[in-house]
């Protein structure tokens, strides 16, 4: 897969399953695979928590711009490109997009044709997709069974001093482990990091964290949180609850740069 050795039929085998189980998803109407994320992020619980996680991207990019002029990034995990559109739009990023998901990337392409979107195994390397001067990737991790690895590979699309901006829920917090206790809701996740875990995992990978936002406080009741995410008070409330309870944020995004 770009490295040089040819393919085994077990790991044929492996991409094909994984393409049929992807296709099984959107077929069924599973909402993880086939609901829009463009009117997810238009909701009043959800608004509020894309317009700061706007506020930590664009500090992050602008600092980039500073040094380089100008910025290409590649969108690891991009989903219907709801980021992908923000960072070609409002920071005039050259953006690639990549996604395993086919009908995500269909939406992608008719609403950006100017951007290039590419289906790919996130979990594999693909030297066909070049180098950039920043990654991002954000909700994808916790999905990947070998997360070192995928830390690793995500290296191999960066040029020298490259920049990871990299998202994922704070699931392994006492708050998160109650509520999914609690409801045994459905879930693809494979890994519940809490921050320690994850920094670690960043840092053996090779990269140092530069700065660390965390997200707003997550009551343990999913309720709660987007009844009080839907307001200007209550959104402002689970923010000072996540600068005197940090490890029980919702959330964390992280600033990292290669060694």
């Not at 590419?118 to 954000?138: Q, R």
């Not at 191999?156 to 409801?183: A, D, M, Q, W």
Request: hydrophobic share 35%; proline share 3%.
């Amino acid at each position: 897969m770009g490295n040089g050795k040819s393919i085994s039929n077990d790991e044929r085998n492996m991409v094909d399953y994984n393409k049929n189980h992807i296709r099984k998803k959107i077929e069924s109407g599973n909402p993880w695979y086939t609901d829009s994320q463009f009117e997810w992020a238009r909701e009043e619980s959800i608004r509020r928590i894309y317009d700061q996680r706007f506020l930590f991207f664009y500090k992050i990019v602008k600092r980039e711009i500073a040094e380089r002029e100008e910025i290409t990034l590649l969108d690891y995990g991009c989903g219907d490109g709801y980021w992908s559109l923000f960072f070609s739009s409002f920071l005039l990023c050259e953006v690639t997009g990549v996604d395993f998901n086919p009908l995500r990337l269909d939406r992608c392409r008719k609403i950006m044709p100017n951007i290039k979107f590419i289906e790919t195994d996130l979990t594999k390397p693909n030297a066909k997709l070049g180098k950039y001067d920043a990654v991002f990737c954000s909700q994808v991790i916790e999905h990947i069974e070998d997360d070192i690895f995928f830390l690793k590979n995500i290296r191999n699309y960066l040029k020298e001093y490259g920049v990871l901006i990299l998202g994922t829920p704070n699931e392994g917090s006492l708050l998160h482990r109650f509520r999914n206790y609690i409801t045994k809701g459905e879930t693809d996740h494979v890994h519940f990091y809490k921050e320690k875990e994850i920094r670690n995992k960043i840092e053996n990978a090779g990269f140092v964290i530069k700065d660390i936002y965390r997200e707003i406080f997550f009551p343990g009741i999913d309720k709660i949180y987007y009844g009080l995410t839907s307001t200007d008070f209550g959104f402002k409330i689970l923010e000072l609850f996540a600068i005197l309870f940090p490890s029980q944020c919702s959330d964390y995004y992280f600033d990292c740069k290669m060694r």
